[in-house]
């Protein structure tokens, strides 16, 4: 998974998956679409105006948690 921010377009994108064929973008909202591929593998998310969608909950910070072992791990997201 790797999780990518443009601040120069302030878009973020969630890969959950290398493409590897022919996607499909769905728009969910005018700011979230998904990729997915014919079998229905979800490839990404695609987060448009993020810093408003990103930041709202955590002041701009990714928080990464670990459930099983507890770690928890803060990214500012610079925007």
Same mark, same amino acid.
Do not use: C, F, W
């Given at each position: ?5 443009? &601040? ?6 969630? @890969?959950?998956?290398?493409?590897? $064929? &022919? +996607? ?7 700011? +979230?679409?998904?990729?997915?591929? &014919?079998?229905?593998?979800?490839? $990404? ?7 408003? %969608?990103? $930041?709202?909950?955590?002041? $701009? ?10 770690? @928890? %791990? ?6």
């Amino acid at each position: 998974m790797l999780l990518t921010y443009d &601040p120069k377009h302030n878009i973020a994108y969630l @890969r959950l998956h290398e493409i590897v $064929g &022919p +996607v499909e973008t769905i728009h969910l909202s005018d700011e +979230v679409n998904v990729d997915i591929a &014919p079998d229905g593998t979800v490839y $990404g998310i695609e987060l448009l105006n993020a810093n408003e %969608q990103l $930041g709202g909950v955590d002041k $701009g910070t990714l928080v990464l948690v670990n459930e099983e072992k507890g770690n @928890r %791990q803060e990214i500012a997201l610079d925007g």
